[in-house]
């Protein structure tokens, strides 16, 4: 009997069922799987995603660090210096959705559990712990906040991890079956986010919407997760990005009258 060619042995290789990915717990900090769907500002120490704006407070710091960025693009801000996400994508962790009103410093001023038709300055929002890619395909943990135009992105993949929870997902294609491998619902989805330009019709200002494609995750994604957690000191980023998530939901609370 012939050998099989290489082409043919990866084949069968790739179609070999894959060992369960079961995972360390993670910081008490991060609440896996909490789904309780104004810019964060700058976190202590860094570590949160922001979509780059003229009227952000690092947009200058941003185009002599960053080549080649331009306005919408989302920058992940590091303790060491900031990193353009070229693509955007990333596991959801955790999500806190409510709605506020920013000052023109950025600050919280209210904060609400409920949209309310009669109050139109408290705007949608999604605040997120996320896991990364970074251009060299590792992972980073970092906050990010979705909200008016970019809020949309937030919503798809919160609403494919619930569906990821469920029988229903694995019967959607062969490869939402596959990550019946994963032992965790964010482990069996990632997004991509894309941005492009708007003018707002009543303001005539320069916004960005974001969009995002949710897909089921893959072995290499899954391999990107395995190696960040054998390291010990990226568990303990994560810890503080839990520790600034919490901070912030704190404030959240603080300043919610319904």
């Known amino acids: 009997m012939p050998k099989p060619s290489l082409v043919a042995q990866q084949a069968a290789k790739a179609a070999e069922p894959l060992d369960p990915i079961n995972l360390p717990a993670l910081p008490a900090s991060v609440q896996v799987g909490s789904i309780e769907v104004g810019d964060p500002g700058a976190q202590p120490g860094g570590y949160y995603i922001g979509f780059l704006h003229s009227r952000s407070s690092n947009y200058q710091r941003s185009l ?9 693009d989302p920058i992940l801000t590091l303790p060491n210096g900031l ?34 038709r009669d109050r139109p300055e408290l705007k949608e929002h ?27 992105a937030a919503h798809k993949i919160v609403q494919a ?3 990821a929870a469920t029988e229903g997902w694995f019967k ?34 320069k916004s960005f919407i974001a969009d995002s494609v949710v897909n089921p995750s893959q072995a290499a994604d899954w391999v990107a997760v395995v190696e960040f957690f054998k390291d010990e000191a990226n568990k303990d980023v994560l810890s503080i990005v839990g520790d600034n998530f919490n901070k912030r939901m704190a404030e959240v609370k603080a300043k919610m009258k319904s």
């Open 64 to 72: 002599l660090e960053v080549p080649g960025v331009q306005e919408g």
């Open 172 to 205: 959607l294609s062969p490869a939402h079956a596959a990550t019946a491998t994963a032992s965790q619902p964010w482990l069996r989805v990632t997004a991509t986010v894309s941005v492009r330009p708007y003018i707002g019709k009543a303001s005539g200002r």
């Open 161 to 163: 991890i619930k569906l």
């Open 126 to 152: 999604i605040d997120t712990i996320m896991l990364a890619f970074l251009p060299d395909g590792k992972l980073a943990p970092a906050t990010c906040t979705f909200k008016t135009t970019k809020i949309g």
């Open 83 to 116: 990193v353009k996400l070229a693509p955007f994508k990333f596991f959801l962790l955790q999500a806190k959705h409510y709605w506020a009103s920013i000052s023109d410093a950025g600050l919280l001023v209210e904060t609400s559990a409920i949209g309310l």
